[in-house]
Nanobody, 114 residues
Framework: QVHLVESGGGLVQPGGSLRLSCAAS????????MNWFRQPPGKERELVAQ????????NYAHSVEGRFTISRDNARNTLYLQMDSLKPEDTAVYYC???????WGQGTQVTVSS
């Protein structure tokens, strides 16, 4: 059974940093591209960042490029999202998802506010 468990969210001031983690189990993590999505309050879920199976290729939404870094540790079946220079508009519930698998975790709340 596929499990995705996001963690690392919290309340942070504008300009601060957070590192999100996604612990994956129940599937062959290393053979899937992985993604971070987010859903701001009252808005649709949106794609934030993508990473290839090996981590060699990454892509970012324009709104986070240069501030967020996606990475993965295939030995630990874990996906990461380093978020720097956070802005209030980054406030959202953040989710991880594997390519082609229709499973979502419970998400982790990120709130950027002074």
């Amino acid at each position: 059974q596929v499990h995705l468990v996001e963690s690392g969210g919290g309340l942070v001031q504008p300009g601060g940093s957070l590192r999100l983690s996604c612990a994956a189990s129940g599937f062959s993590f290393s053979v899937y591209g992985m993604n971070w999505f987010r859903q701001p309050p009252g808005k649709e879920r949106e794609l934030v960042a993508q990473i290839s199976r090996t981590g060699a290729t990454t892509n970012y939404a324009h709104s986070v490029e240069g501030r967020f870094t996606i990475s993965r540790d295939n030995a630990r079946n874990t996906l990461y999202l380093q978020m720097d220079s956070l802005k209030p508009e980054d406030t959202a519930v953040y989710y991880c998802k594997a390519d082609r698998l229709g499973y979502w975790g419970q998400g982790t709340q990120v709130t950027v506010s002074s």
